[in-house]
Every structure is written in C-alpha cells, then in structure tokens.
C-alpha cells in the first residue's frame, strides 16, 4: 500500500467472491457503459470487463493508474484515466457507476452521482454507517436521499466485513445502491420548487418540519399538508419518509396557486356608494 493510497483513504477489497457479487449486483448489460471510480488493483474491474461493453476507469493514484494501463494495454474496451473522478464531466449517454470508493470522499461521489443528468444506477462499496443513512436503513433520512427523492431509489445492499478490505479499515463496508427512476415522480418544471422546499424543510426552525415550513406557508395550509402525507406536525423533519415528501409538495403547490383550497383568504374591497 503505497502512501498516497493512505492519503486517498483507499481500502483495497481482497475477496474475488465478493468483487463478482457486487459487480452481478449492479446489473450490469453488454450494451452498458461504465465508470469505475479507484479502481487501485483492479478487483472489481476484472469482473466488469466480463459484464459491460466499456468501462472507463478513473485512478488518481499515477502509479496503479499505469499498471493497470499496462495490464489492459491490448483491451480497447476499457480505458484507465488518472485523474480526480469528482472534476470528471457526466458522459453524455447512459452510464453505470460502480466502484469501491475512498471512503472520505463517499459524500462527494454520492453527490456527483446523484446529479449526473444520465446516470441509470450506482453501486457504491462505502462505509457501512454511510451506506444505511443514505439509503434510509436507519428510519431517517438525509437532505441529500429527500432532494433527489423524485430521481432516485436508494438501497442498502450487502454487507462487506471489514476483514475482506486491505488495509483492514475500523468498520464494515456496505453497497450502497441508487436507481434512476424510469419516470421522475415530478416533472422537470417542478424541480426547482421541490428543492427550495427541502431546503426550507430542513432549515431547522422550531425542531421540526412543519415549524419550519411555516416560515412561507400558512399554518393552515401546512396542517392540511401534514395530514394529507400522514406526518406529525410535530415531527422531526429526519423522521419524516421520502414518500410524504412528495405529498407535501403537490399540497403546498396546489395551495399556493391562486384557485388552491388552502389559499388564504383575501379581504374583498368595499364598494363606494
């Protein structure tokens, strides 16, 4: 393990048999292209190539970046690129990403993925901790999970001992699975809105959701929301389920228009005599 692996926070994996499960996890096509993010030695590699059409590969280590350059000098299915996959620009077509991923960048590559406007799916190897707050596993659910709620499906998949990683990390591992929705469960025009509303959501006023959506929703309008998607108006707003989110949404975007039923009544002025 050379130092700028220690200092990329790379933990190799050392089971084949556990490389083949994740990469058969991932549902990979022959029709597929993917990107494989640190690849290192190549573990999980060696199984893509037997899967996809192409893989593209991105090493910021230079030194395994050119062994495994040298390894598949003669495959033009896969390419090794040494560079920083989080300053790396989305492909244009559909893509997969799967990958055993440094674990201290694991929110910035979550985040890149879930923005990439043609990802199909990832399937992150991360920490375990890390992998059950993003996929929901705890009962709680993250600001990141809600935002891309519409786009998305988060899932906790297998479980990776610690002892199957090289050098040997002090927790688990985990697969930590995002899907794309085939169908968004909101039209591209209401994205914007959604998401300022989670924003707000998690603004933290008053402890919890409903408190905080006060601050540009009238407490009627956000009670009548709040019943409709089955939440507490008391309740924390980590509590509260991706699905009841959606239904917030339309409540409160509904209510906002001006024939919305929960719009606030406005005082009709006096006729002169």
């Known amino acids: 393990m050379s130092a700028t692996r220690k200092l990329l926070s790379q933990n190799f994996l050392t089971e084949p048999a556990t490389a083949r499960r994740i990469v058969a996890a991932a549902g990979i096509g022959r029709d597929d292209l993917v990107l494989e993010i640190g690849p290192g030695d190549g573990m999980l590699t060696h199984h893509l190539l037997h899967r996809a059409e192409r893989v593209v590969a991105y090493e910021k280590d230079p030194r395994y970046a050119r062994r495994l350059a040298a390894r598949y000098s003669g495959d033009d299915r896969i390419s090794i690129v040494c560079k920083d996959f989080r300053i790396v620009e989305p492909p244009a077509d559909p893509f997969a990403v799967v990958a055993n991923i440094p674990f201290a960048a694991s929110t910035d590559i979550l985040r890149w993925c879930l923005a990439a406007p043609r990802l199909t799916a990832a399937t992150l190897l991360t920490q ?13 659910w993250t600001k990141l999970t809600i935002t891309h709620w519409p786009d998305s499906v988060p899932a906790l998949g297998e479980r990776v001992g610690r002892h199957e990683f090289f050098p040997v990390p002090r927790v688990d591992g985990a697969v930590l699975r995002i899907v794309r929705r085939p169908v968004p469960l909101l039209p591209a025009g ?18 919890s959701l409903a408190a905080s959506l006060r601050r540009v ?22 509590l509260v389920a991706p699905e009841a989110w959606i ?10 228009s001006p024939s919305g039923p929960a719009q606030t009544a406005r005082r009709k002025p006096r006729r002169r005599r």
């Open 128 to 140: 375990y901790e890390f992998a059950r707050k993003h996929s929901g596993d705890y009962g709680r």
């Open 190 to 207: 209401a994205r914007a809105d959604y998401r300022r509303m989670v924003e707000l959501g998690f603004s933290g006023l008053g402890g």
């Open 217 to 238: 929703h009238s407490a009627r309008a956000v009670g009548a929301a709040c019943v409709a998607a089955g939440i507490a108006t008391g309740l924390p707003v980590g």
């Open 247 to 256: 239904t917030l949404y339309h409540r409160l975007h509904d209510s906002a």
